[in-house]
């Protein structure tokens, strides 16, 4: 995820809304306080996909180019661009923030207005840095699990930074309602298009709730500690390497085997 809100993708791939049902798990996680709450929401922000957003994500997915797909995702990647850079400057990354203004210019030049990528092929690497990133650099401690309707994932930090975000993205300054909306609109359908491709990861999950909650929460804690950049390839590997506890169903054990006879 370059982009500053795609929470990721996987960030915020199919973690901001699943497609799967949950299940009761037998062990209270102590970072999810509030989880009567949250799988309450978190079957609700389920419905709402089902209904109606993993079926226009699949529509538009079928009926547009995959070049078309690209360059749009290029292009809300470019527009969001400088949360990354404004976020460079709060953690102190002077020299991924020069690198950063040279993607943006490049991309939004030559890449004609963010449709294409030159800038990766010229060696400048996508990065993913935004406020709940930069608050957990801070030392702001992400507080207690929470599921935000519609959105899906989150903690209490990360939902100050998600404001943060917003209000950093160049997209509400825009004074046409129409095309400030759409590109919102535009934007979620992009995100929820994109986990049409991993969401399967999730099939066998014993409890996907807990599948999703221990995934964000780890790759939360993986970039705060260090994971500032890195291809959406990369990151979505890691997160699924480090899924955590409740992924999968529990093994039955093995009848205990009878002892060997005695020698004679």
Known sequence: MPTTLRVSTLSLAFLLLCGCASQAGTKRDPRDPWEPMNRATYRFNDKFDRAIAKPVARS???VTPQFVQTGVSNF??????PVVMVNDLL??????????????LLNTTLGIGGLFDP????GLDKNDREFGQTFGKWGIKPGPYLVIPFLGPSDVRDGFGLVANTYADPRVYINND???????????VDIRAHLLDV???MQGAYDPYAFVRNAYLERRQFKVTGGDSGSEEEQEEKLLEESGEGNEKPQPQKPPQPPPPPPH
């Open 119 to 122: 800038a990766s092929a010229a």
């Open 60 to 62: 538009y997915r079928r």
């Open 199 to 201: 969401e399967g990861a």
């Open 91 to 104: 953690q102190g990354q002077f020299t991924p923030f020069a690198q950063d203004t040279g993607r943006l």
């Open 76 to 81: 809300l990647d470019n527009l969001q661009y």
């Open 178 to 188: 129409a095309v400030k909306y759409g590109l919102w609109v535009v934007h979620a």
